[in-house]
């Protein structure tokens, strides 16, 4: 008790110095701090899912004139100036336009896996063929990163992560929840996409011990991975697009 009644003064203190340092009042700090996200801020969050597919898609080649193209064809009626400005705020923007800087550690990764899976969706048994991506969820700390594992006889997930960074940890872990939950499976094709993460040494290493086949799909090709990125697409439809996480454990 004593402890709770510690952390509470401690907080409320942080707030009083915060609005003193902002100039505003502590209860107009709660107001704006309990005061769910406008219909333009949900517009911005909506957009910005498809920004993130849509650049994905492209091998993080498009930049915001031809990004607010493809939201045009997808029914988005939004001007190329509130793309770009998103696209700058989310840290978004095309590769082709950082001239001169190293974006891979080619040391850490390994080159890319053939497509072993062919956008052959149906599997005649479980543990033949999972397929694994990576997803982000806004929160009001930050993004949070999920990872997941899918097994596609049964479309269950059978592993998961989530972290708040992108990075090789993330799918090392819902990789190794899979492998634990379905006892160490071997000669299973695991389906991802070519981003680093999935092409680190630590990942590739982890496939490999595990006499598991790595997959990966084509450059450009989302619908090579169709069934992780429909699970994600009634993910956020049914748990993310209309809620407002204040932090990341709530999400």
Known sequence: ???????????????????????????????????????????????????????????????????????????????????????????????????????????????????????NFKAVEKNKAWVSDTTFIRTRQGWLYLAVMIDLYSRQVIGWSMYDRNNTKLVVDTLDMAIWRRNKVKGAIVHSDQGSTYASGDYQKMLNENKLLPSMSRKGECHDNAVAESFFGSLKNELVEHEDYRTRAEA
């Open 1 to 119: 008790m004593k402890y709770t009644f510690i952390r509470a003064e401690c907080k409320n203190h942080c707030v009083k110095t915060l609005c003193h340092v902002m100039g505003v009042s502590t209860s107009g700090y709660y107001d704006w701090f309990d005061r769910p996200l406008s219909q333009r801020e949900q517009d911005n969050q909506r957009l910005l899912t498809k920004i993130r597919c849509f650049h994905k898609s492209s091998h993080s080649i498009y930049g915001s004139p031809r990004i607010q193209k493809d939201l045009i064809d997808d029914g988005e009626f939004v001007s190329r100036q509130r793309v770009a400005r998103l696209m700058k705020a989310a840290g978004i923007q095309s590769k082709v336009a950082k001239k001169f800087v190293i974006t891979t550690n080619s040391r850490s990764t390994i080159a890319p896996s053939p497509d072993r899976l062919k956008r």
